[in-house]
Protein backbone atom coordinates (compact mmCIF):
# COMPACT_ATOMS: atom_id res chain seq x y z
CA UNK A 1 0.00 0.00 0.00
CA UNK A 2 1.43 3.31 -1.19
CA UNK A 3 1.52 6.55 1.03
CA UNK A 4 -1.57 8.13 1.70
CA UNK A 5 -2.62 11.31 -0.59
CA UNK A 6 -2.80 14.28 1.99
CA UNK A 7 -4.87 17.67 1.85
CA UNK A 8 -0.98 18.91 1.70
CA UNK A 9 -0.32 16.65 -1.94
CA UNK A 10 -3.62 18.49 -3.17
CA UNK A 11 -2.83 21.52 -2.00
CA UNK A 12 1.07 21.36 -3.92
CA UNK A 13 -0.82 19.90 -6.94
CA UNK A 14 -3.37 22.85 -7.26
CA UNK A 15 -1.09 25.24 -6.37
CA UNK A 16 -3.44 26.54 -3.55
CA UNK A 17 -2.82 26.59 0.54
CA UNK A 18 -4.00 23.88 2.72
CA UNK A 19 -6.75 25.56 3.99
CA UNK A 20 -8.03 26.45 1.16
CA UNK A 21 -8.61 22.86 -0.32
CA UNK A 22 -10.09 21.84 2.80
CA UNK A 23 -12.61 24.61 2.90
CA UNK A 24 -13.31 23.60 -0.97
CA UNK A 25 -13.03 20.38 -0.07
CA UNK A 26 -15.72 21.02 2.50
CA UNK A 27 -18.26 22.81 0.33
CA UNK A 28 -17.48 26.39 1.89
CA UNK A 29 -19.96 29.07 0.90
CA UNK A 30 -16.59 31.34 0.02
CA UNK A 31 -15.07 29.28 -2.23
CA UNK A 32 -15.67 29.55 -5.55
CA UNK A 33 -17.32 27.03 -7.75
CA UNK A 34 -14.54 26.92 -9.99
CA UNK A 35 -11.68 26.01 -7.09
CA UNK A 36 -14.12 23.67 -5.51
CA UNK A 37 -14.19 21.71 -8.75
CA UNK A 38 -10.44 21.85 -9.49
CA UNK A 39 -9.86 20.54 -6.27
CA UNK A 40 -12.18 17.95 -5.89
CA UNK A 41 -10.75 16.69 -9.37
CA UNK A 42 -7.21 16.89 -8.09
CA UNK A 43 -8.36 15.07 -4.54
CA UNK A 44 -10.03 12.32 -7.71
CA UNK A 45 -7.18 12.48 -9.32
CA UNK A 46 -4.51 11.52 -6.70
CA UNK A 47 -7.40 8.95 -4.85
CA UNK A 48 -7.32 11.14 -2.09
CA UNK A 49 -9.70 9.50 1.12
CA UNK A 50 -10.45 11.77 3.68
CA UNK A 51 -8.70 10.64 7.41
CA UNK A 52 -11.89 10.86 9.49
CA UNK A 53 -10.06 10.52 12.49
CA UNK A 54 -8.56 14.12 11.99
CA UNK A 55 -12.26 15.25 11.36
CA UNK A 56 -13.38 13.93 14.52
CA UNK A 57 -10.17 15.75 16.62
CA UNK A 58 -11.52 18.97 14.98
CA UNK A 59 -15.45 18.41 15.40
CA UNK A 60 -14.85 16.99 18.98
CA UNK A 61 -17.48 14.24 18.18
CA UNK A 62 -17.44 11.06 15.29
CA UNK A 63 -21.24 10.56 14.64
CA UNK A 64 -20.65 7.15 15.69
CA UNK A 65 -22.27 5.33 17.86
CA UNK A 66 -21.48 1.27 18.71
CA UNK A 67 -23.19 -1.34 20.09
CA UNK A 68 -21.91 -4.22 21.71
CA UNK A 69 -23.67 -7.71 21.97
CA UNK A 70 -23.05 -10.62 24.05
CA UNK A 71 -24.30 -12.71 20.74
CA UNK A 72 -25.31 -11.79 17.71
CA UNK A 73 -26.99 -15.44 17.04
CA UNK A 74 -30.57 -14.68 19.13
CA UNK A 75 -33.19 -14.80 16.93
CA UNK A 76 -34.15 -11.18 18.38
CA UNK A 77 -30.62 -9.56 17.66
CA UNK A 78 -31.05 -8.93 14.02
CA UNK A 79 -34.68 -7.28 14.44
CA UNK A 80 -32.91 -5.26 17.28
CA UNK A 81 -29.64 -3.81 15.51
CA UNK A 82 -32.33 -2.76 12.48
CA UNK A 83 -34.02 -1.10 14.89
CA UNK A 84 -31.14 0.48 16.51
CA UNK A 85 -29.73 1.29 13.37
CA UNK A 86 -32.65 2.57 11.80
CA UNK A 87 -32.99 5.06 14.57
CA UNK A 88 -29.42 6.00 14.54
CA UNK A 89 -29.49 6.67 11.08
CA UNK A 90 -32.32 8.99 11.42
CA UNK A 91 -30.04 10.92 13.14
CA UNK A 92 -27.31 11.50 11.11
CA UNK A 93 -25.14 8.85 12.87
CA UNK A 94 -23.26 5.37 11.96
CA UNK A 95 -23.30 2.48 14.20
CA UNK A 96 -20.76 -0.11 14.60
CA UNK A 97 -21.55 -3.33 16.40
CA UNK A 98 -19.47 -5.48 18.75
CA UNK A 99 -19.43 -9.10 19.62
CA UNK A 100 -18.46 -9.90 23.05
CA UNK A 101 -18.72 -13.15 22.62
CA UNK A 102 -20.64 -13.41 26.42
CA UNK A 103 -17.34 -12.22 28.41
CA UNK A 104 -17.26 -9.99 30.65
CA UNK A 105 -13.46 -9.33 30.09
CA UNK A 106 -14.34 -8.94 26.07
CA UNK A 107 -17.05 -6.66 27.00
CA UNK A 108 -14.54 -4.42 29.33
CA UNK A 109 -11.83 -4.55 26.41
CA UNK A 110 -14.45 -3.66 23.53
CA UNK A 111 -15.68 -0.44 25.67
CA UNK A 112 -12.30 0.27 25.79
CA UNK A 113 -12.10 0.21 22.35
CA UNK A 114 -14.97 1.99 22.13
CA UNK A 115 -13.56 5.27 23.83
CA UNK A 116 -10.52 5.02 21.96
CA UNK A 117 -12.21 5.11 18.69
CA UNK A 118 -13.94 8.64 20.33
CA UNK A 119 -17.65 6.80 19.39
CA UNK A 120 -20.14 9.44 20.70
CA UNK A 121 -21.91 6.70 22.46
CA UNK A 122 -21.43 2.79 23.52
CA UNK A 123 -25.24 0.53 23.52
CA UNK A 124 -24.18 -2.09 25.89
CA UNK A 125 -25.56 -5.50 26.05
CA UNK A 126 -24.55 -6.98 29.22
CA UNK A 127 -22.71 -10.55 29.45
CA UNK A 128 -24.29 -12.96 31.41
CA UNK A 129 -20.74 -12.43 32.99
CA UNK A 130 -21.59 -8.89 34.29
CA UNK A 131 -23.12 -8.51 37.83
CA UNK A 132 -22.20 -4.95 38.78
CA UNK A 133 -23.44 -2.62 35.89
CA UNK A 134 -21.86 0.53 38.06
CA UNK A 135 -17.99 -0.80 37.84
CA UNK A 136 -18.50 -1.05 34.01
CA UNK A 137 -19.54 2.47 33.62
CA UNK A 138 -17.02 3.91 36.71
CA UNK A 139 -14.30 2.91 34.55
CA UNK A 140 -15.36 5.00 31.99
CA UNK A 141 -15.75 7.75 33.63
CA UNK A 142 -11.79 8.11 35.05
Given at each position: ?30 I??D ?38 N ?66 Q??
Amino acid sequence: MGKRTTLKDIASTVGLSMATVSRALADHPDISADTKVRVRDAAQELSYIPNYRARYMRAKHSRLIALIIPEINSFFVPAMISGISHVVQQNDYSLIVFQSDNSIVQERRLVEYCTHLSTDGVLLVLSSETRNSRRCASSQSA
